[in-house]
C-alpha cells in the first residue's frame, strides 16, 4: 500500500517555488508583462525542471500543478490572478513571485 509522505510533497513544492522565482526573475528582469499565456509558460517551465530532476516522487509534481480540466485562458491579455479566492499551488507562486520581484 502507497502512503502520503507529507515531506515529499514540501520538497516539492520548496523546489518548485525556487524554480518559478528564478523564471520569474528572469522574465521580469526583460519587461515582460504577467500575461495568461506566460503564467502557463512558467508553471511548464518550472514543472520540467523538476522532473528532469529527477529525484522527486512525480505524483508529488503533479499534486502542485494547475489541473488541466479548469479553465485558465491561454491568451496573451494580462493575467488578473488576484481577483480569484484559490488558486492552484503553481499559479499562487507565480503571482506571488510576479508581484514580488522588480
Known amino acids: 500500500m502507497i502512503f502520503f509522505e507529507g515531506h515529499k510533497l514540501i520538497a516539492a513544492k520548496e523546489r518548485l517555488a525556487r524554480a518559478v522565482n528564478e523564471i520569474v526573475e528572469r522574465h521580469r528582469t526583460a519587461g515582460d508583462v ?35 480540466w479548469g479553465y485558465v485562458p491561454r491568451v496573451n491579455q494580462p493575467a488578473d490572478l488576484e481577483n480569484h479566492k484559490e488558486l492552484p499551488v503553481a499559479l499562487t507562486m507565480i503571482q506571488h513571485a510576479y508581484c514580488t520581484y522588480h
Open 34 to 68: 504577467l500575461t495568461w499565456r506566460l503564467v502557463h509558460e512558467i508553471e511548464k517551465e518550472a514543472i520540467k525542471k523538476l522532473e528532469q530532476a529527477g529525484d522527486l516522487d512525480a505524483k508529488y509534481i503533479r499534486m502542485l500543478r494547475s489541473s488541466r
